[in-house]
């Protein structure tokens, strides 16, 4: 046997060869090429041709090889493939294979403002346009559904399922003028399934995380979407009006998208199973801008937005940014990560930026006790279960697998369950760890042989989650209680668990999604995040068809529409009505848009009650932004709140941005205030107020706003606040007045935060006339 001595000096010797490994581990990785994007700020032309292409490209792998010289005629050939996008329509920039040594030497040369790893971003995952209609009380004028279009709507996801009813041409006329883009083809895609509804579609090569790509020769893959995602985003946000649609019988109706259903399609394909690449991101925004779209929808994020620290490492908001610069609105959904504080993605104030709300329509399942009682769950499934049989009834728990936590066990993990105490039972799951989601709750109980499933979940009950023909259904503590102690109160409880029913005229709604993502934003809580609502719980879509076997559902055809849930559903929703207001307003910049939307969204629910969240508190800001869209009172909002390129441009130098690279991101020969500092970004001219810090022992906080008369000319507004007690607003001056000659007005908000108490505190300020009101909505935090 070895002495101690000798075995530390073993120990010692180990220690040393697993350091020495993970260093050379490390060395190697750092020298393997990675999918790096370079961005190199404005500059682009919108109608660069082909030559334009060849002559950028040919820019781009000089600088890489002038950079990065090659030994011999090889390496130079595999170097010059490494272009895999290019960015020369709205910015200007690429993206390549780079090892992190290549990368940080790009980041040092002149004219180029950021270089980053290539993110890969997460998918945010019909009675909807009705329900806005009825919301606010208003019949679309006759004008609102005329028989053609040329609005054009990007959507950039994970690609379209052309033969859908939803992008049927029929009625529309020719394809606009404007249009530039392209119907690319696949093996299972051809120029024909294009059509005057659909008029382009996009895929881009994808660099997947271990390395291997698909950047040589002919593009690979194919516009038509697998997953299902972008097909029912593209239908809510711009789908022809189709009647008789469900979901096997549920939400049975005419299903319809966005605000003008002759709104055109334009499809950019950028998502795999794997995620959504953030380059091939920008490359879709580039491409979309040059197409001649008006709006882009994107409901896709960065997956975390806690460690989001810089808009300029953000594909999203670099490429929204130049945008807006030409004229096209960038709307995103703003994540599913709720209910918790700052976790609001797609935060940069160019953004539109929607969170997600109910509808009134409510799909219940009905608990069936052996004792009699019953309980509404909330869930859609299609099972053949009836009143007539009930089934033993086990919690969790009382089901654990050998060696297992109880904790574990009550919340149904992967592996906490024991089969045989188990099968042929309705399983009952708690859900107080939200690491473990529904879904997988079903899949764990579902492989134990379980005949049914009662999620408590207090939260997520307003919530429906679509388990096909397995019965299972979700329900708040008060009656996972009463379920609890019947099980406790008998020695064989039983119960069944019935088929779905549509509850229609459902109170109250709109209602804030439990996971729709709430701010404040983690870059800055100065601007407002998100900025809307929109429906995106249980949204009837266009879907790609399953096969019976896939479906479930032997002996049924498979549905071409499905209930999906998500901000993912509520940010086309916002597109389409974007759409709907260009299509009515054509010379209105994206910001007049985005300002319509906000300020004349409404805060109260069909109930006439102020909105609520899932928790039945009142909803605030942070939450809904400025509250639940209505399109068609967005149509003549009054006044409008004007952010121009300049104003972005401010917004980055307050944020801490050099001069230098701000040039470089803008077309204008600008420079910053000599004056700047984060506190400024408050009195960026938006349609909403934030102030992250006011000390209630200093003077007011002093914000400005200027607003543009877009209603008759000769008009005057009265200013009304509405705010928490203790915090003092006051506008200067309460009233103006516009005439033939005066389009704008400049006016001061004063906040004083003496007597408010701490934290954040929120309100609002309406300006009126006797046809108008414009609210905007702010939120103040008191130190």
């Not at 149509?635 to 001069?659: A, H, I, M, Q, W």
Request: hydrophobic fraction near 35%.
């Amino acid at each position: 046997m070895a002495s101690l001595p000798h075995l530390l000096l073993l120990l010692l010797l180990l220690l040393f060869f697993l350091s020495a490994v993970s260093s050379s581990i490390a060395t190697l990785q750092n020298h393997l090429p990675k999918h790096y994007v370079v961005y190199m700020g404005s500059g682009g032309s919108n109608n660069g041709g082909e030559d334009d292409q060849t002559a950028a490209e040919l820019d781009y792998l000089q600088l890489l090889s002038t950079l990065i010289p090659r030994k011999n005629r090889k390496e130079k050939e595999e170097r010059s493939r490494e272009v895999v996008h290019q960015y020369h329509h709205a910015f200007r920039g690429f993206s390549a294979m780079l090892t992190e040594e290549e990368a940080s030497s790009l980041s040092g040369i002149d004219g180029i403002v950021s270089v980053f790893p290539d993110p890969t971003l997460q998918l945010h995952t019909t009675r909807s346009w009705d329900f806005l209609d009825s919301i606010a009380g208003l019949r679309p004028p006759p004008h609102s559904y005329p028989s053609s279009s040329d609005v054009i709507v990007g959507v950039i996801d994970t690609g379209i399922w052309p033969e859908s009813r939803s992008f049927s041409d029929e009625g529309l006329g020719e394809i606009p003028s404007k249009w530039k883009g392209i119907c690319m083809e696949a093996s299972d895609f051809k120029k024909s399934n294009c059509n005057r509804k659909l008029i382009g579609a996009r895929y881009y090569n994808a660099i997947e995380p271990n390395g291997n790509d698909s950047r040589v020769g002919v593009p690979k893959g194919t516009p038509r979407d697998s997953l299902g995602h972008g097909t029912h985003t593209s239908s809510i946000a711009a789908g022809a009006r189709v009647l008789d649609t469900s979901y096997f019988g549920l939400a049975r109706g005419t299903a319809r998208g966005g605000g003008a259903p002759s709104t055109r399609i334009a499809s950019y394909k950028v998502c795999s199973g794997v995620g959504c690449s953030g380059a091939a991101i920008l490359k879709a925004i580039d491409d979309a801008v040059k197409d001649g779209v008006d709006i882009i929808s994107i409901s896709i994020g960065i997956g975390s937005p806690l460690f989001q620290s810089d808009y300029l490492n953000d594909p999203i908001a670099i490429g929204a940014f130049h945008a807006h610069q030409m004229g096209v609105l960038v709307v995103c959904s703003a994540g599913n990560d709720g209910p918790d504080p700052n976790t609001v993605g797609n935060v940069a104030p160019w953004i539109l930026t929607v969170a997600a709300s109910n509808i009134d329509r409510d799909f219940q399942s009905t608990v069936v006790l052996g004792n009699g009682k019953t309980f509404q769950g909330t869930a859609i499934n299609l099972s053949n279960l009836t009143s007539s049989k009930t089934y033993p009834l086990v919690f969790g728990k009382d089901a654990a697998a050998k060696f297992t936590p109880i904790s574990e066990a009550r919340n149904c993990y992967p592996g906490s369950l024991d089969r045989a105490k188990v099968a042929g039972k309705i399983v009952v799951c708690a859900s107080e760890d939200v690491t473990t989601s529904r879904t997988i709750k079903e899949l764990v109980v579902q492989d134990a042989k379980a005949i049914g499933l009662i999620l408590i979940n207090e939260a997520s009950k307003t919530v429906p989650v679509d388990s096909n023909i397995f019965p299972l259904t979700q329900v708040g503590n008060s009656e996972g209680l009463q379920i609890l102690e019947y099980i406790n109160s008998t020695k064989n409880p039983t119960a069944t668990i019935l088929r779905t029913v549509e509850v229609p005229r459902f109170k109250p709604a709109p209602l804030v999604a439990y996971f729709s993502s709430r701010g404040p934003s983690s870059l800055t809580e100065n601007i407002l995040k998100p900025d809307i609502t929109a429906p995106g719980v249980s949204i009837l879509a266009a879907i790609v068809p399953k096969s019976e076997a896939d479906s479930g559902l032997i002996g049924k055809k498979s549905s071409d529409y499905a209930m999906r849930s998500g901000t993912s559903m509520a940010c086309p929703h916002v597109a389409g009505a974007a759409a709907f207001i260009k299509l009515i307003h054509h010379d209105w910049s994206s910001s007049m848009i985005k300002s319509a939307l906000m300020t004349t969204a409404t805060l109260y629910d069909n109930q006439r009650k102020f909105m609520r969240n899932s928790t039945n508190n009142p909803s605030n800001p942070h939450e809904m932004g400025a509250g639940e869209i209505s399109p068609i009172k967005a149509l003549n909002p009054g006044l409008v709140f004007e952010s121009t390129t300049e104003d972005y441009l401010r917004f980055l130098c307050y944020f801490g941005y050099s001069n230098k690279i701000i040039r470089s991101m803008s077309k204008q020969n600008f420079t910053c205030p000599k004056t700047s500092n984060e506190d400024l970004i408050s009195s960026v001219n938006y349609p909403s107020i934030s102030i992250s810090k006011l000390d209630r022992r200093q003077a007011p906080k002093v914000i400005e706003r200027t607003v543009t008369n877009v209603g008759a000319a000769n008009t005057t507004y009265i200013a009304k606040v509405h705010s928490s007690e203790g915090l003092i607003v006051k506008v200067i001056p309460s009233k103006i007045v516009f005439s033939e000659n005066v389009k704008k007005v400049t006016f001061k908000v004063l906040f004083f935060g003496k007597e408010a108490r701490s934290g954040y505190n929120f309100g609002t300020i309406t300006w009126r006339d006797d046809v108008h009101s414009v609210r905007t909505v702010f939120a103040v935090n008191v130190e």
